[in-house]
């Protein structure tokens, strides 16, 4: 089994060094996180296992991560030395893969932005949950729900996000830097994604802004019109 990607793996993993990626992706991410030392962690479409490594870097006990994509699993493993021990890869579709309930912390970056409709949207949030403790955590990184508009944005930050409004369903088209082919998200409210997570089983969600790292080499006036203009991701948070 496995999900075709059109695009190439190592294109993919290239576009990780992008200045939105490092400043803004991974420093939302694991801040919202927090200290994760001895944590153990669940890495829902891990890619290339980029989060998965950096998360066992940050003390992460152990890490469980999953992908779709046959080609991006089997990048993972090739990346994996050094870190046989603290993470498994296993190749499935995050909606069909449960847990046992052993994880503090879910990470997904980008993950909940494949779902089409509610009933979608669902099966991925009870997927992530039951890989999760009672009180654990889920930490997304999402297309923005709140930033809806027609047309394209956000080229000079190393990406183009193009979308037509706010039909639930539809598609959001990210063009980035490095992809020779473009990456289609599907646009859901802030309501759907709410219900989602309310019908799974978690007891509280959060919607939670981006930040920008302190330590980006870009300037906050580099930033002021991705802040400013939606932005076009968004962060999230949610109790088990």
Known sequence: MGEEVKY???EYAGTKQLPFRVDVEKHTI????GDITGKRIFDAG???GIYAR?????????VLAVDSSRDFIDLARERNKGY?????????????FFGNQDRDIAIGAYILSYPKNLEEAVAYCRAIASHLK???MFVGFNNNPKDVFDGIRFHKYGFEKEMHGGKEGGEVVYR???LTEPIINYFLKTSTYEKAFKE??????EWKAVSVSDQSQKSIFYWREFLKLGPPFIAMTAIK
């Open 200 to 205: 799974a089983g978690f007891s509280e969600f």
């Open 176 to 178: 980035v830097q490095g």
């Open 84 to 96: 046989e021990e603290k993470i498994d890869y296993h190749l499935a579709f995050m909606q069909d």
């Open 54 to 62: 950096v998360s066992v870097d940050r003390g992460a006990s152990h």
């Open 46 to 48: 891990c890619g290339d």
């Open 8 to 10: 190439s793996p190592l």
């Open 134 to 136: 009672e009180g654990g």
């Open 30 to 33: 694991f801040t919202l996180a």
